[in-house]
């Protein structure tokens, strides 16, 4: 069968991964490399974290959020971060590919896809169960992981084992089972409390039910009665109906005559407001016309007057181009004096053009015959300078060389001083090591002292341990007690809780009705607004009864509504009243000292209501049955008695006796209990806990000192190492310093010897410095002479040109200016022909004005014309006017007296409409209370009025022989009778039968969940004998391959795996011993930091060995680890990259070596990660 592998992973926005970065494995032994902090461990992080780990710091994370890469100084945060792993040859799948894929988002939200499809965690952590690879399992070894382990208490290093074992799968049935059975065990509880408390309502239904029979009798009676009285009322009401219909027919024929006048008188009013509207519409036309012409004669008057304006602006114009004109005139001389100015020294610049131009041409010629003669010159100046820098080159050349042979001689001199010095030196360092070796030799056997002294002290802190484990393993069963009890108090508040709020103790359909409508009207039983004291809650439920189940609703109409509500959907009987009801019954039995009313015992709360205070009035407790009875002799009919013991005198004198089972109240008591104590078990559980971790404090006080001790031995063992070492040091030291003085004393001889040369060589150079000293000042004073001459030469050339290039900027100067003089005179001719035009524009604009105001004084003669006959047209118009306002006057008075006419004839007929109305209201009352009485009928009575028979005349007879004031009263009575009853639930016997197959089926639940818990024991039993056997068989195989891979690590020495408490297979821990080369077996904890690594790897690699896992990722491992044991740690690898993929984070290049493929990780300017794949031959 072939292993699972990593095919490639794609990171995307996870950690230093800022964008999609792509990473294929190779299925040999491969290595991510790169420099640190570059984001190589980030890759074991990603596979880790899609593997299922749900703990942030084991991805070196606070929280979740954390993996999602915050971006850089140049790149914005992300808002997701992405992983995907690609599988192949998965188990249980067939497919040649798997690809898992997980994602966060800032929000906290996680994303699980199994390829391309959304699924849970469990769905990809079950892929890898029972595999030896997941996100916790010695498949992945992260930074540090080594000397986690190193330092893991023997209970932590037992989970190596366990992998190996393969338990993990039996360790997380196991939980789930302990869960299980603990989930049945309050089931059970909660079951066996609900069949406690249907047994006690069952007792209770079947007192109801005679009950009910009783009370079945008195109702029918009653209800015989009411219908009788009903139809008698019924028939004299129709009587009363047919008497107002007569009247009211009579009183509607004079209406109809009333409204026939008052039509008549209402047409002839139509028309006269007919004639006068059209007589108000031909006024307004005549207004209308006469207001137009009005409007039209001050237009006229507007535009005669505009006229004279319009000629006298006319004669402002003309007067102001006239003006403008002879501005222009003088304005065209000053333009023709300005062009003469400008010919003029136009003429002048170039005559200024040429003379410069001239003397430019004569000083370039000068120029020309210069130059030859200057060249020669240099010529001349650079032979000299060639002879004179040989010369200098020589003589820096023996300058130099004389200066190194004076330093080479000072420093053979310096150092034949500091040989002298370092001879002194060494005499003296060798006088100190001897010294320093006898004082270490002392401070070894002072470290001895201190060690036994230290032992002393751990040995009396270890019996101290012991002594605080014992207490806090008491405590801690102690605490475990009350945990258990407090559960088993928890489970049966919450029963009765829920019993209790769900009302559960009501038949069904009632307690749904509640539950359905509590808080809009219906405002809970009688039973949750009363609280009773300790002791008195079976005496006030056996007085109350059944009143302990009204329903209270807010409104006296809500009752009427909850009523029909329960007819309608025929969900059971109940009792309904409303706390509003504020009748006071002033007849009440007096309180005695001896006999207090349950007013003043028990307590209302969360209420303002008369109903629940009269009705605790009513009902008193008598400390015997006979002083009861005696003062029942006094009451009147509403008072009741109850004793202590539990008899109840009833106010119609009927006596209640015999035992009570619990009911509503005692339930009430309990759960007030029942939270009482689970208080008092929390503070106690809370004071064991302190206990407990005062213990645990002290222990881990102990255990700190005890570490510090072994911590301090361990630190005298180093520095008795050390010491030795540097004894050993120091000899070595003494020897090199003997040598050391035998080398100086023979180089203190060479130094003299080359002393000696030095000074001759010296001499030598000096001597042929003198001669070039002399040959480099002649040189020097020819130089000095051809470089003045050149220098004249040059000068001279200099002025000329400067002479020619001044000239050449006067001469630009002058042909700009010429340029400018010509454009003005251009500018100054267009400017003097734009004047003319104007000039003779406005001439122009003159004449045609003119004319224009010839035009308007004709137009003003032809409207003083139009004037005059538009006044005569509107004095016609006005006259018209005033006569159709005398013939509208008119027609207003004859309106006004139709209109009072009219009004009268309405007074009279709405008297008679008032009759009328009065006999319609009490149609409508009669209509009513027939309705009324028929619909009590109807409801009350099955009353069908369409199919009712005709009634003989003996019937009618006897309808209205009928006496009400007699049958009434008695009616009354027997609804009193009812009423005594209090509420009857008339469903007992079907709501009994409910209940008992309700109490048979929780019976058979007991049984079940008694049986579940049996059976879930038994599998727990089972899982702890495989986990055993599986375990000590890994142990001994682990144990045995670890034995040989640390000789094989170490090439010798042994080590080994021992259990901490073998007659505990299940919790046992494991301690790792081993004994290196020449050394007596100890803790891995004691060996030196290389040895613990290396320990610790062997472990790791056994299990490896033990059970291939299908990919191993190892992040620097190899760290800790020298070249030696780095070839031995890859000789196991390969044999372990046989059977699995195995894929190492390093630094080391001795491992690189090894491999077959390079990952490189690299890290951006920006901060991001990326990828560089090679492979290697």
């Known amino acids: 069968m072939k292993n699972m592998k990593i095919t490639s992973i794609e990171i995307n926005g996870f950690k230093s991964f800022y964008n999609k970065t792509k990473i294929r494995f190779h299925n040999q032994l491969s290595a991510i490399v790169g420099p640190n902090g570059c984001g190589k461990s980030n890759v074991i992080d990603a596979i880790r974290w899609i593997l299922g780990e749900q703990n942030p710091r084991l991805l070196r994370a606070e929280v979740m959020e954390q993996l999602i890469s915050n971006g850089s100084e140049l790149l914005k945060p992300v808002g997701m971060a992405e992983v995907s792993l690609v599988l192949e040859q998965v188990p249980k799948y067939n497919f040649e590919e798997v690809e898992i894929k997980r994602r966060i988002f800032r929000s906290g939200e996680s994303e699980y896809y199994l390829n391309g499809v959304s699924c849970r965690l469990k769905d990809i952590t079950d892929i890898f169960i029972d595999t030896g690879s997941g996100a916790r399992t010695h498949s992945i070894i992260g930074q540090g992981s080594v000397d986690k382990l190193i330092m ?55 007192l109801q039910a005679k009950q009910a029979e009783e009370f079945k009798e008195i109702s029918e009676e009653a209800s015989k009665l009411e219908s009788t009285i009903l139809n008698a009322k019924l028939y004299k009401l129709h009587k009363r109906k047919d008497k107002i219909l007569e009247e009211k027919s009579a009183i509607e024929k004079r209406i109809s005559e009333a409204e026939r006048e008052a039509a008549q008188i209402t047409n002839h009013l139509r028309t006269l407001n007919v004639q006068f509207a059209n007589t108000e519409e031909s006024l307004k036309e005549s207004e209308r016309e006469t207001n137009l012409t009005r409007i039209n004669l001050q237009a006229r008057l507007s535009s005669q007057e505009l006229l004279k304006n319009e000629v006298s602006s006319i004669d402002k114009f003309i007067e102001k181009i006239q003006s403008e004109a002879v501005l222009l005139g003088n304005e065209t001389a000053r333009i023709a004096e300005q062009l003469q100015s400008k010919r003029e020294m136009s003429h002048h610049v170039k005559e200024d053009l040429e003379k410069e131009e001239s003397q430019i041409s004569e000083r370039e010629s000068t120029l020309l015959t210069l130059k030859p003669k200057h060249s020669q010159s240099r010529e001349d100046l650079r032979n000299i300078r060639t002879s004179l820098f040989k010369t200098l080159n020589e003589y820096s050349s023996l300058k130099g060389s004389a200066l190194g042979h004076e330093k080479e001689l000072n420093e053979l001199i310096s150092r034949k001083s500091q040989i002298e010095n370092e001879h002194e030196e060494l005499i003296q360092e060798q006088k100190s090591a001897i010294r320093d070796i006898a004082n270490l030799e002392n401070t070894s056997k002072e470290n001895e002292s201190r060690k036994q002294n230290i032992n002393g002290t751990i040995g009396k802190l270890a019996l101290s341990l012991t002594s605080l484990n014992e207490k806090l393993r008491l405590a801690t069963e102690k605490n475990d007690s009350f945990k258990e009890e407090l559960n088993e108090l928890n489970s049966r508040l919450n029963a009765l809780k829920q019993i209790q709020s769900n009302y559960e103790w009501l038949p069904e359909g009632i307690r749904n009705f509640i539950l359905q409508n509590k808080g809009q009207g219906v405002l809970g039983t009688f039973s949750d607004f009363i609280s009773v004291p300790e002791g008195y809650e079976r005496v006030v439920e056996t007085a109350l009864g059944d009143t302990l189940k009204w329903i209270l609703v807010d409104e006296s109409s809500q009752v009427i509504k909850a009523i029909n509500s329960l007819k309608q959907d025929s969900i059971g009987r109940g009792t309904f009243i409303s706390i509003k009801d504020e ?55 509403n008072s009741s008695f109850i004793t202590t013991d539990g008899d109840f005198v009833h106010a119609n004198g009927a006596i209640s006796g015999g035992p009570t089972q619990p009911g509503v109240l005692e339930r009430k008591r309990e759960i007030e209990n029942l939270t009482i104590s689970t208080q008092e078990l929390k503070i106690e559980i809370e004071k064991t806990t302190s206990d407990i971790q005062s213990n645990e404090k002290e222990i881990q006080t102990i255990n700190e000192r005890i570490t510090d001790y072994n911590n301090r031995l361990i630190e005298i063992d180093i520095k008795e190492a050390e010491t030795k070492k540097d004894i050993a040091n120091l000899k070595g030291y003494l020897e090199k310093i003997e040598k050391r003085i035998e080398y100086v004393t023979k180089n203190f001889e060479q130094i003299d010897n080359d002393t000696s040369e030095k000074a001759i060589l010296i001499e030598e150079s000096n001597s ?45 100067s002058l042909r700009e200016k010429e340029r400018s003089l010509y454009e003005d005179l251009a500018e100054l001719d267009i400017r003097r022909a734009d004047i003319n035009k104007r000039i003779e524009l406005e001439s122009t604009n003159i004449e045609e004005k003119k004319q224009e105001k010839l035009n308007l004084i004709e137009k003003e003669g032809s409207t003083i014309i139009e004037i005059e006959d538009i006044q005569n047209n509107l004095k016609k118009k006005e006259e018209s006017l005033t006569q159709r306002n005398e013939e509208r006057r008119k027609l207003q008075e004859e309106i006004t007296i139709t209109s009072e006419k009219r009004e009268s004839l309405n007074s009279q007929l709405s008297d008679v409409r008032l009759k009328g109305s009065s006999f319609e209201i009490d149609l409508n009352s009669v209509q009513m209370e027939i309705e009324n009485i028929t619909d009590t009928l109807r409801r009350n009575h099955s009353y069908d009025m369409e199919n009712k028979p005709d009634m003989s005349p003996e019937q009618e007879q006897e309808l209205l022989d009928i006496d009400l004031n007699i ?22 016997p079907q709501e009994y039968n409910k209940l008992e197959e309700r109490y048979t089926f929780l019976n058979e639940q007991m049984d079940d969940l008694t049986q579940a818990m049996a059976s879930l024991a038994k599998a727990i039993s089972k899982i702890d004998k495989e986990s055993e056997k599986r375990f000590n ?23 080994k795996l021992v259990l901490t408490e073998e007659d505990n297979m299940l919790e046992t821990g494991v301690e790792v011993m081993v004994r290196p080369r020449g ?49 031995y740690f890859m000789e196991l690898i390969k044999e372990i990259d046989k059977n699995s993929q195995v894929v190492l984070i390093t630094h080391n290049k001795k491992t690189m070596q090894e491999v077959h493929s390079l990952i490189g990780i690299t890290s951006n300017k920006s901060g991001t990660s990326s990828v560089v794949s090679v492979e290697l031959n």
């Not at 028990?602 to 008369?610: C, L, M, Y």
């Open 152 to 206: 893991a208490k023997p209970e932590e290093k037992r989970t190596l084992i366990e992998e190996v074992a393969g338990i993990r799968k039996y360790k997380i049935r196991r939980r789930e089972t302990e869960t299980r059975i603990k989930t049945t065990k309050e089931n059970l509880s909660r079951v066996r409390d609900m069949a406690n408390e249907v047994k006690r309502q069952m007792d209770t239904l079947s």
């Open 583 to 637: 009748r006071i019954n002033t007849e009440i039995y007096k309180s005695t000292e001896n006999m207090k009313s349950l007013f003043e015992i028990v307590q209302i709360e969360n209420i303002r209501s008369n109903i629940i205070e009269r009705t605790l009035k009513r009902v008193f407790l008598a400390p015997t049955l006979d002083e009861a009875l005696e003062a029942r002799k006094a009451a009147n009919d």
């Open 768 to 812: 042929k410095i003198k001669i070039l000293d002399i040959e480099k000042i002649d040189l020097e004073q020819k130089l000095a002479t051809v470089e003045e001459k050149i220098q004249l030469d040059e000068q001279e050339e200099r002025n000329l040109e400067r002479d020619v290039s001044d000239r050449k900027v006067t001469c630009a």
């Open 967 to 988: 049958e009434e009263p008695r009616l009354r009575r027997l609804q009193q009778k009812t009423e005594r009853f209090g509420p009857v639930n008339l469903l007992a």
């Open 1033 to 1055: 068989e890994a142990f001994e195989v682990m144990n045995e391959k670890f034995q040989q891979i640390f000789s094989r690590l170490f090439r010798g020495g042994e080590g």
């Open 1079 to 1127: 050394k007596k077996f100890q803790s891995i904890n004691l060996l030196s930091g290389g040895e613990k690594a290396l320990s610790a790897i062997a472990l790791i690699i056994s299990a490896c060995l033990i059970k291939p896992a299908p990919f191993l990722l190892f992040d620097e491992i190899d760290a800790p680890l020298d070249d030696k044991n780095t070839s």
